[in-house]
């Protein structure tokens, strides 16, 4: 996978939001990419900056209050931050689609699901469809979501769709297109765990069959650990950590990721780690040098003064943190 | 850890939610909570878990004395919660405390936290003083004292749950229910709200009943543990047990959703059962047993009979036809 | 800030003086954060500047006003109806009264009247919709919700003229007037507040330890209901003004010779397009303090939406 080309690549994207009484920087250089066909994870707690980070790569990032200070989005060699409005749209709903947390919000009560579809398609095709073949699509992308009786439900109107039916319309509707980036921003935290399960292990399927790349935004571990190939770390406005999914989880460096996972409830018991004391910094004043340093139990004099870069320490495992860097690593280990 | 203080016996919580037919309405109902009965042992946490809409909160708004049951009885310490000349005693609103699942509502946002601590302690410690009592309580949570005269809208949410905490234990309560104190938390977050729960209840002999949808959690907290699916239990049993030997086709569903973060953890889950289907309206509760129509394991005596709540091993209970006689008539 | 990293400040040794100057300390810090984000929209200040010196304006009037005596019965045929110049900046009236003196003294009047008015119909409106609110489906709620629908239904200038008409023309009775019509509003936004609140967490909380009906009432929701109250009641000082003036204009308020701003646009009126500073600055007065108000409590409706956010 290494070798190929990336299909999206945030190059250390900065982005602020101007609020009433300041300016709130929020990303502080994130960097990630994404290879075609790959399945790729984004965590970290709730405030952290994951949607931002989502939103700005789909240019859907509210203008004001966010501004995008710096970096760059490249998705296949293209900056879409340079891009006008008319390139972004070939882009965007066609070869970029996204699912968000709350499926009710993402679909417009007043239309039944048929016409939900109707717009989607015809950006997607460019406007060359017929209403007939607009209406075959869409009983198609029912079909892939698993959905009974899809002439049904394409007459349906969202408030009679159970939570679960309306994220997998949801899904079918992002993926009816073909595209080929998925960005799925907490696409279970709304439902119920049995039918979070079945929402997770349908997209999971279909991106496979599909050959879509996805980017899967979670604060919940559990949820990327059976889906994702490469997994992102992410604390205020940083990645500190990525590496592949089950080194990650066998093996987390940083001291944000090991707090996390240690956090995390295991169903074999062992009793409920302390968690990470404090919280996410004020983004009005974030802290000097590295972000974590304010929660860090490791912390070094040179993290409250020096942002620290990324360090590889093995073949695709970079973590942020002085304790890896190359003067610490033998002390540290 | 023997006695019990708490009876619930045969409880229902229907709602009247909405009347149908034009000339001889009918009331369309809510099977909230239909039929259900647990004790509780001085001293234990017990778990009730299941999936939104099941009826978790209804059972915990009636113990705390919101609602009136439609049927059923619930005796404390011997003491019936619900007489029939309506009101609860003062002295059993002592006893009986609720923490609520939303950090964001359980405090008044214009009062700092000494006014909202105080609201319990006027009540039911009128002759103590107050700003020493609020100032123990700080102290109990592990809250800096000058977190008194903070307002809500300055801590953050497990800051704020931490307070709902130290208000229910205002009154020195000796049961505690504790309705998904962290499901709105962080996991970063939680362990500290959990952990002072842990302390607090050996500290101050609490006797728990704590809900929640997440199963790990469960895993880690509860002596014992109550499955819950549209308003009926459907199986209980010591906690240990519960995990390695889950027996309701539904229990083992649920084990089989969690998100794990391990390979422990992976063989802990029912391989074999895939989870299907949604939870239905409980205003149409399906006849005979109400998980029929998810259930991979169902039989046709499913459709017919509502199965009895058996005893499959010691202290372990389960309401399915694959356990117990009823097996026999379908 | 942490809860771990704090905790070595547990300690009951802190003694009440120095909590107390803690909360001082704490409640100056956010009446400071208030005063900045009030401060940051300019017509907030330019609406809290124009009622302040509307103000000054009332309370002074006798030692402000150039020519206090031309409030009383007082008549100056020489000068009468005078254009504006340096001795008389609005001109004289047509019995040659100040004009300026009497638009100084007339703002008594409109704030009296505003002032009276919100001083009987919030306690009485914010009351009737927090019972109301809290009893939620009773006979209680049913009645008072009835009553401020159907004074809601007529638009408040007919209902005030209607019911001033059939009463004896003076300001008290132009006061009554309004009050009955305004009183449904203040009842429809708590409500509106009370019904949301009556359900959280923290109001069920304080149920069921015990607390009284009185405690919930006036404790718990009531403190959740000042800043909309207050916010209103700015944007309300206006329109009282406003309805006050009107009635005033059509002869059912303050009678000659007060000088009422609505009473001297009306007279001055007559005398319009050739003696326009009659009537035009008694009407450009009113629009000041309307104005003022309604961008000040702007600034109030912005300063709370941000506090809640
Ligand atoms: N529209 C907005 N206006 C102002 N601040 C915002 C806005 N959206 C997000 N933020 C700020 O950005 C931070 C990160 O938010 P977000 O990207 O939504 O995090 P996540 O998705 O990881 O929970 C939050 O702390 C929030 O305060
Ligand atoms: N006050 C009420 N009026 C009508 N229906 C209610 C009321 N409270 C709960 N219900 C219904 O009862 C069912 C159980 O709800 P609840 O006890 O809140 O479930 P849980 O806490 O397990 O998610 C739900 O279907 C809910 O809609
Ligand atoms: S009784 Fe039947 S339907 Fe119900 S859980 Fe058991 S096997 Fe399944
Ligand atoms: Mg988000
Ligand atoms: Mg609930």
């Known amino acids: 996978m290494v070798n190929k080309a990336p299909l999206l690549e945030i190059k250390n994207l900065r982005v602020h939001y101007k609020v009433y009484g300041g300016v709130l920087k929020v990303l502080d250089g994130v960097n990630l990419t994404v290879y075609p066909g790959e399945k790729v994870g984004l965590v970290g707690e709730t405030g952290c900056g994951k949607t931002t980070t989502m939103k700005t790569a789909l240019a859907i990032l509210p203008v004001p209050p966010g501004v995008v200070v710096g970096g760059e989005i490249l998705y296949k060699g293209r900056n879409l931050l340079a891009m006008s409005p008319r390139q972004l749209s070939n882009v965007r709903g066609r070869e970029m689609t996204m699912i968000f947390q709350d499926p009710m919000a993402a679909l417009n009560p007043v239309f039944n699901v048929e016409q939900q579809f109707t717009p989607v398609l015809k950006h997607a095709a460019k406007n060359h469809l017929s209403n007939k073949e607009i209406h075959a699509q869409a009983v198609l992308a029912l079909q892939d979501v698993a959905l009974a009786d899809p002439e049904r439900l394409l007459q349906a109107y969202p408030i009679q769709l159970s939570g679960g039916m309306r994220q997998r319309v949801c899904i079918g509707m992002a993926l009816a297109t073909r595209p080929q980036l998925l960005i799925a921003d907490e696409p279970g935290t709304a439902l119920d765990v049995t039918i979070q399960a079945q929402v997770l292990r349908l997209l999971n399927n279909l991106v496979d069959r599909l050959n879509t790349s996805i980017i899967l935004i979670t604060h919940s571990l559990g949820v990327v650990y059976e889906t994702v190939d490469r997994l992102y770390v992410m604390y205020a406005g940083n990645i500190v950590e990525v590496a592949p999914t089950r080194k990650l989880f066998s093996n987390p460096l940083h001291p944000y990721s090991q707090g996390l996972m240690d956090a995390v409830p295991k169903l074999s018991g062992g009793g409920i780690s302390q968690g990470i004391s404090g919280r996410i910094p004020d983004y009005s004043h974030p802290p000097a040098g590295c972000r974590f340093h304010t929660r860090c139990s490791h912390v070094m004099e040179i993290c409250r003064h020096q942002k620290p870069p990324e360090f590889e320490v093995e073949e695709g495992h970079k973590v942020a943190c002085y304790l890896y860097g190359p003067k610490n690593q033998e002390a540290a280990v | ?137 700080l102290e109990l949570v592990d809250l800096p004292a000058i977190y008194m005269y903070k307002y809500p809208n300055m801590l953050s949410g497990g800051e704020k749950q931490i307070v709902a905490i130290a208000r229910a234990l205002a009154t020195d309560p000796s049961f505690m229910i504790l309705d998904e104190p962290t499901s709105a938390l962080d996991v970063s977050v939680q362990g500290k709200v959990i952990n002072l729960l842990m302390r607090l209840q050996s500290d101050l002999d609490l006797t728990y009943l704590f809900i929640t949808h997440d199963l790990s959690l469960m895993r880690n907290i509860a002596t014992r543990v109550a499955i819950m699916y549209l308003g009926k239990i459907c199986e209980i049993s010591k906690g240990s047990e519960f995990f390695q030997n889950p027996q309701h086709p539904y229990t083992q569903m649920l084990l089989s959703s969690i998100p794990v973060v391990s390979k422990d953890e992976e063989k802990l889950k029912p391989a074999k059962m895939i989870p299907t289907g949604e939870i239905p309206s409980p205003v149409n509760i ?11 394991k169902k039989m046709d005596v499913c459709f017919e009979i509502d199965p009895d709540f058996v005893e499959i091993s010691r202290q372990h209970f389960a309401r399915c036809h694959l356990f117990g006689q009823t097996q026999k008539q379908g | 800030m942490s809860i771990s990293s704090q905790s070595d400040l547990v300690s009951a040794e802190i003694s009440p003086h120095e909590f107390s100057q803690l909360w001082r300390a704490s409640r100056r810090e956010s ?106 489906h009773t006979w209680f709620d049913t009645i008072i919700m009835r009553i401020t629908d159907i004074f809601l239904a007529v638009p408040p200038l007919i209902l005030a003229l209607s019911v001033a008409s059939i009463l004896e023309r003076n300001l008290l009775n132009s006061m ?48 959740n209901c000042i800043s909309p109250v207050f916010t209103k009641m700015s944007l309300d000082m206006g329109w009282v003004i406003i309805i006050g003036a009107s009635l005033s204009f059509v002869g059912l308020g303050v009678q000659p010779p007060n000088p009422d701003l609505g009473t001297m646009v009306a007279a001055g009126r007559r005398y319009l397009p050739d003696e326009w500073w009659m009537s035009v600055f008694p009407a450009l007065a009113i629009v000041l303090v309307v104005l003022g108000f309604n961008l000040f409590g702007d600034g109030l409706r912005d300063l709370f939406a941000a506090e809640n956010s």
């Open chain 3, 31 to 136: 009446l400071g954060r208030a005063w900045y984000k009030f401060s940051r929209n300019p017509l907030s200040l330019i609406g809290a500047g124009t009622v302040l010196f509307v103000i000054i304006l009332a309370v002074f009037a006798p030692y402000i006003a150039p020519y206090p005596e031309h409030v009383k019965p007082f008549t100056d045929f020489a000068n009468a109806s005078n254009p504006p110049s340096s001795s008389h900046w609005f001109g004289t009236d047509e019995i040659g009264r100040d004009i300026l003196s009497r638009i100084i003294f007339g703002y008594r009047f409109s704030l009296t009247m505003g002032l009276v008015v919100l001083s009987i119909v919030v306690p009485v409106g914010v009351f009737l919709g927090l019972v109301a609110g809290y009893f939620q």
């Open chain 3, 176 to 223: 009554l007037a309004v009050c009955l019509t305004w009183w449904p509003w203040y009842t429809r936004l708590v409500y509106g507040i009370t019904t949301g609140l009556r359900n959280e967490f923290f109001v069920t909380s304080a149920e069921i330890t015990g607390a009284s009906k009185f405690h919930i009432l006036f404790r718990e929701i009531l403190p």
């Open chain 2, 1 to 137: 850890m023997s006695e019990a203080i708490l009876e619930v016996r045969d409880l229902k919580k229907h709602f009247v939610v909405d009347h149908i037919g034009t000339f001889r309405r009918q009331p369309v109902t809510v099977r909230a909570v239909d039929g259900i009965s647990f004790d509780l042992q001085a001293g234990e946490t017990l778990g009730l878990v299941g999936e939104s809409g099941s009826g978790k909160s209804t059972i915990a708004y009636i113990l705390a004395g919101m609602y009136r049951p439609t049927q059923g009885r619930i005796h404390f310490r011997g003491l019936d919660l619900f007489s029939e000349n309506g009101k609860r005693p003062l002295f059993l609103k002592k006893e009986i405390q609720i923490v609520f699942q939303d950090p964001g509502s359980s405090l008044n946002p214009r009062r700092t936290i000494a006014q909202n601590l105080a609201v319990p302690l006027q009540i039911h410690k009128p002759d103590k003083n107050i700003m020493r009592e609020t100032l123990r309580l």
């Open chain 2, 286 to 296: 399906p006849p005979g047993c109400s998980f029929n129509t998810r259930c991979p």
